[in-house]
C-alpha cells in the first residue's frame, strides 16, 4: 500500500485511479498526486511556494 | 509537574515532525491544541484568545510562521521559537550578520543590489562562487557560478523573471566541501546531534536526496552550533556546518526543523528533547509573569 509522503500514513487508492489523479490523504488531508499506477506513487500535489520549507 | 502547561502547535499539516511532536506530547499526557494556520485569525489589537499557554510554531511557510509569531510574541504569548529567531532564521542576509557580528565563522558574503555590483561581487570572490535567494529552502534556486559565462546569464535571468527579491543579490564563496555538510539539531544550550548529508551533487540537503550518517558531536562542532543558535536568538534550531579547508564554517541556521530522517541516524529522541524544552520554557515563561 502507498503511503503518505507527508505524513507516512497508508493511504488507499481505487483500483481505477489513474496517473494524475488527486486524492486526500486520511490522516493528513495532504492533497496527493498519483505519479505512478503499477506500483502505485503517490508525490504531494501543490507546487511548493517560495518561501516553503524549514 | 503539578499543572502541565497547554501547548498548541500552530502548523499547516500535520507531516511526520507534527506527529512525533503530538505522540511525545500525548505520551507525557500534556493537553494539545491543534492550530491550523489555514483557518486563523489573528486579532491585532486584543491579545489572542488561543487558550494554550505556549506556541510551539510548526508552519510550512515561513511568511505564516513570521506573522504569527509577531502577533503571539507582541501580546506576551511565549513561542518556540520567537518571532526574532524566525526573522533572523528565515533571511540569509539577516542571519549571516548576527554570524559575523557574534564572531561566528562563516563563508564570506557579498552583498549587491545589481546584476552588474553582483558581477563584481561575483569575481571578488573568485569562481565558482554561489548565489541564493535571501529567502528560501530544500536547495531551491541556489546557483554555483563557475564561470563569467554563466554569471551573466544566471544575474540577467534573475533581473528579468525574477521578483525584486531575487534582485538582492547574495553572493557566497564557494567552500570545497568534502562531498557533505553537516546538520546539527540545537535545543537552548546543547546540540543534542548532528548528522552528515552527503551527495554526489553540491546541494547536499536531505530533501535534495541527501543521505544521512551520524556525525560525532565534538566539544567543538556543540560550541561552534550553540554560539550560532545563540546569535539568531536560540531555542530549537538546526545549524547547517560547511567542513571548509580553514575549519567548519556556519552556512544557515534553520528554525522549524525537519527532523524525520535524524532520529534513527542519530539515536536521539529528538521530539522528546523538543517537548523537555518547550516545558520548561512555558514553566519560566509562567514564573516571569507571576
Ligand atoms: N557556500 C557554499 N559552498 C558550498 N556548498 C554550499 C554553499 N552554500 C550552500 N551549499 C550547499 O547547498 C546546500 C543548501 O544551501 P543552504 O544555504 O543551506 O540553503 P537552503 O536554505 O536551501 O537549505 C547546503 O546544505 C550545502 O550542501
Ligand atoms: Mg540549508
Ligand atoms: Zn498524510
Redesign the pocket.
Known sequence: MPKCPECDADVTVGVDAVKGEIVACPDCGAELEVTETSPLALALAPEAEEDW?E | MSSAPTVGILLSRVRVEEKLLLEELDRRSVPTKVIDDRELVLEAERKPDLGVDIVVERCIQHSRALYALNVLNTWGIPTVNTFEVADICGN?LLTTMRLIRDGVPT?RTRLAFTPEAATTAIEELGYPA?L?PLV?????L?SKVNDRDAAESILEHKDVLGTYMHSIYYV????P?PGR?IRAFVVGDETIGAIY?S?DH????TARG?KAARCPVTPELNDLCVRAARAVGGGVVAI?V?EGPEGPLV??V?YTMEFRNSIDTTGVNIPGKVVDFVLETARKAKQDQE
Open positions: 520549507g | 540569509k563563508p554561489v541564493k528560501g529552502s530544500w536547495g531551491r541556489i557566497q564563496e564557494y567552500v566541501k555538510d548529508r551527495s553540491w546541494i547536499t540537503n541527501g547547517d560547511l552556512n544557515e534553520n
